[in-house]
């Protein structure tokens, strides 16, 4: 305990200079200057120059933590995990601007709402890496493998419990799925129990996961997580197959000949994990080629001569998450708790109006992060509500909500009692990472302590990201209170995030009239445009009235791109088109 009391001094020690740094920032033009910054980042990079015959292309996976090598979409839980497994396996099918489905993927998918059907049809011809033809059956295997009652990943969502016969599967009452109309090596008809206007949007009814059948169909579920081809040794059918792997190091990847959109024209893609802290130097030393930039960094690459930066909004929120209730996994579905402290919403209110993420995005992130208004992104602009209020920064108001909710100081100590006199102690879960964790776990402590919430960082520091989300799943009692990100995909609807029977619901709350908002957006009436707008207006401004987590920060995505590389597109729906990417010289070229 003694040393966790030192932790907090020490972090307080420095919060004074952090938070006059803040506000004297937030005062001053240079914000304004500093969030339109974004208005000069194009989304696509191209360097022009005579190309070179292959050649290695060197990607800086930025990460403060070695990645964990799950290179499987069923099981990765990783953002370095996934970026790679993007390269070696896509998604089924693809989307458009809107995350809409449409034709532009591996697979087409049709639709009948009346039959209450999806059509998956998969093209002729094509291998896995390995050499194996993709059929049909490599796209109905996902459903037995998540689906069965031994899979140990997070994967078994809306999309796999609305098939027919999925609930019988699920419970270990049949070895078939009815729902699963095989109709020939290259066709699936896929039965659904009913029809959400989520449908169309990618992820949202229709499962993207394909899988290589004839490896997987002889490895017991119980046994997948833990086998070579999910740890190090993934059979894909993406633009790149794997050569090697260093555990948590690196991976070389080598052109996949096969490749169903062409084969790329650089022969090599090198992946490597490169702290958070030293990749801009490491782009200007000319080691790498492309890296997702921190935007904390931003005026150490502002002006960087060798590499040029390209961004867009991220379809990722910031939001700070409060722990009320636990996972119960034999009834799957999340137990609220309204006994714990957290569970009072007055109380998180008050949390809300304390803090100015506004102020941390600009003094922190040089404008190119700021304060998120809802639970949707503005990537989403049919459904997300730019003109919704948020708590805005107010800390003397958020002291007047905690006095009329009944939380006062009864023992002079300069901490607030609960509503029943009682002491209240919370604790702060943050990950670790970058230079700027750490500033910005104190300041939000600070300001809460500032209206009078005693509250701590969980075991007195910084959590390792794998840690921290280890212990968050695992709903860790010491949580009360947790910073976290949470990326959309392709569809906005909030059951994912919010829903009652949803293990992604880390604050484990829930409510009959969340519930009620969430089934019309999924409702038969949502098919109507102007209802289903509505229904996402209604339910963003209910979140804000509860409050069960605070949106704080929405992001652009910075990435560097070396000035060797002949095109290079950021976007939040498309593959990379790799028949467009060369090397312009032998090596990155430096600073």
Not at 235 to 260: N, Q
Not at 305 to 318: E, W
Not at 419 to 444: M, R
Request: charged share 25%; proline share 5%; aromatic share 14%.
């Amino acid at each position: 305990m003694k040393k966790l009391t030192q932790t907090i001094l020490v972090s307080t020690c420095i919060t004074t200079q952090i938070l006059g740094s803040i506000q004297a920032a937030f005062a001053t033009e240079e914000v304004e200057t500093s969030a339109n910054h974004i208005l000069d980042f194009s989304r696509v990079i191209q360097n022009e120059g005579e190309a070179i015959e292959g050649g290695t292309l060197r990607y800086a996976v930025v990460s403060d933590e070695p990645f964990t090598g799950a290179f499987n979409d069923m099981f990765d839980t990783s953002e370095s995990d996934s970026l790679i497994m993007s390269f070696i396996s896509p998604d089924l099918y693809g989307y458009d601007e809107n995350f809409v489905i449409d034709d532009s993927g591996f697979a087409k998918v049709r639709l009948d709402a009346d039959k209450l059907t999806a059509t998956i049809t998969i093209p002729e011809g094509h291998t896995w890496h390995d050499g194996e033809p993709i059929t049909i059956d490599d796209v109905i295997i996902p459903y037995y493998m998540i689906g069965h009652p031994d899979y140990s990943g997070i994967r078994y969502g809306y999309e796999f419990q609305n098939v027919v016969g999925m609930d019988e599967y699920h419970e270990g009452k049949t070895d078939t799925i009815e729902g699963l109309e095989r109709v020939d090596d290259h066709t699936l008809v896929i039965h659904y129990k009913e029809f959400s206007n989520s449908a169309l949007q990618a992820n949202g009814m229709v499962s993207s996961f394909i899988q290589p059948n004839h490896i997987f169909k002889d490895i017991p579920v119980a046994e997948l997580e833990d086998s070579e081809y999910v740890h190090g040794n993934p059979v894909g059918f993406g633009p790149f197959k794997v050569e090697s792997f260093t555990p948590g190091e690196s991976v070389t990847l080598t052109a996949f000949d096969d490749y169903y959109k062409g084969r790329p024209k650089i022969d090599y893609l090198q992946l490597d994990t490169v702290s958070s802290a030293t990749v801009v130097q490491e782009l200007k030393n000319g080691n790498y080629d492309i890296a997702d930039l921190p935007t904390d960094q931003y005026d150490l690459f502002k002006d960087a001569s060798n590499f040029q930066v390209a961004g867009n909004l991220a379809n990722v929120y910031t939001y700070i998450g409060f722990k009320m209730g636990h996972w119960d996994d034999e009834l799957e579905e999340n137990i609220y708790d309204e006994t714990l402290p957290v569970s009072n919403r007055e109380l998180r209110r008050a949390m809300a109006h304390a803090v100015d993420n506004n102020a941390i995005g600009s003094q922190f992130y040089s404008g190119l992060r700021h304060q998120a208004n809802s639970f949707i992104t503005p990537n989403f602009a049919d459904y997300y509500n730019p003109d919704q209020s948020y708590p805005e920064y107010d800390p003397e108001l958020a002291k007047s909500i905690l006095e009329e909710a009944g939380f006062v100081d009864v023992d002079g100590d300069g901490f607030v009692e609960d509503p029943e006199g009682q002491p209240l102690k919370l604790n702060f879960g943050f990950q670790a990472g970058g230079e700027v964790a750490e500033p910005i776990a104190t300041y939000y402590i600070q300001c809460w302590r500032d209206i009078g919430i005693d509250i701590e960082l969980v075991d007195g520091k910084l959590l390792e990201m794998n840690s921290f989300y280890e212990r968050l799943r695992g709903d860790d009692p010491e949580f009360n209170v947790y910073q976290a990100a949470f990326g959309l995909g392709g569809d906005p609807n909030p059951g994912e995030f919010f829903g009652r029977q949803e293990f992604w619901n880390y604050t484990r709350w829930t409510e009959e009239k969340n519930d009620e908002l969430i089934e019309r957006i999924n409702s038969k009436e949502a098919y109507d445009f102007d209802f289903r707008k509505q229904a996402y207006y209604d339910w963003q401004a209910y979140m804000m009235e509860e409050l069960p987590a605070i949106p704080a920060l929405f992001r652009y995505n910075l990435t560097a791109v070396n000035n060797r590389v002949s095109h290079w597109d950021i976007n939040n729906i498309q593959d990379i088109d790799w028949t467009q990417v060369q090397l312009l010289a032998d090596a990155p070229i430096k600073q």
